[in-house]
């Protein structure tokens, strides 16, 4: 079945410490998306990349840094200067980041907390 | 820009009773309109979408949306709730400007046995 695969589904990060989390898709999409939930906030967008290669900011970029090397991934750091990283993060993709009607799908997500 | 407003954050419902969550949205264009749906732990799955043709928009498990320019509402029903639609629910919007999609808060859903 073609889906997105996020990895770990659990992950935890001592002070001072960045972790990169996974995400692998095997629908033949352009483009992926890492949002951040926060209870009560809805989804905010973090990074996306329209092609391989090629990635731009979102609205909360700050502390998170992405690769896009192959078209089926697109992994995302949070780096120690991101200094409330405990959420809920969620990978997505579109056949095409520039058609404004395409829907996104969506991995299971990553629940990241502080130790 | 592009907003979305869910009028509730959380909806109450027998088994067996009518749904309705509540959207209003604002778009400098004519905006795509999705709703999804988040189990607990889980990604979001799409339900429906409306890209500017039939403001009568149908989804799965029984769910649709009418979309309506005058009130800038894009409200999603269900004439009968089950128990396995208690979840969270975002409406999204996206424009012609911008194709980034932007979530509502999001609107938890509880049905009651």
């Known amino acids: 079945d073609g889906g997105i695969t996020q990895s770990p589904k659990y992950l935890f990060r001592k002070e001072g410490q960045n972790v990169t989390l996974s995400c692998e898709q095997n629908l033949n999409h352009d483009a992926m998306y890492w949002y951040r939930q926060d209870p009560g906030q809805g989804l905010r967008l973090i990074y996306y990349s329209q092609i391989v290669n090629d990635f731009q900011k979102g609205d909360i970029a700050e502390g998170y840094s992405v690769s896009r090397e192959k078209k089926e991934s697109f992994p995302l750091t949070v780096t120690s200067a991101q200094k409330n990283p405990t959420a809920f993060y969620l990978c997505?993709?579109?056949?095409?980041?520039?058609?404004?009607?395409?829907?996104?799908?969506f991995g299971d997500g990553t629940r990241l907390s502080i130790l | 820009a592009q907003s979305v407003t869910q009028l509730d954050s959380h909806v109450s419902v027998s088994e067996g009773t009518p749904v309705l969550l509540r959207c209003n949205y604002s778009s400098s264009y004519s905006p795509s309109l999705f709703w999804y749906v988040q189990h607990p732990n889980k990604g979001l799955q799409l339900l429906l979408k409306y890209t500017s043709a039939a403001t009568l928009v149908k989804g799965i498990n029984g769910f649709e949306a009418e979309f309506k320019k005058s009130e800038t509402s894009f409200h999603l029903t269900k004439p009968s709730a089950h128990m396995s639609d208690a979840a969270e629910y975002f409406c999204?919007?996206?424009?012609?400007?911008?194709?980034?999609?932007?979530f509502g808060a999001g609107t938890t859903v509880t049905v009651r046995a």
């Open positions: 997505a993709s579109s056949i095409d980041g520039q058609i404004v009607n395409q829907p996104q799908h």
């Open positions: 999204v919007v996206s424009d012609r400007g911008d194709y980034k999609l932007s």
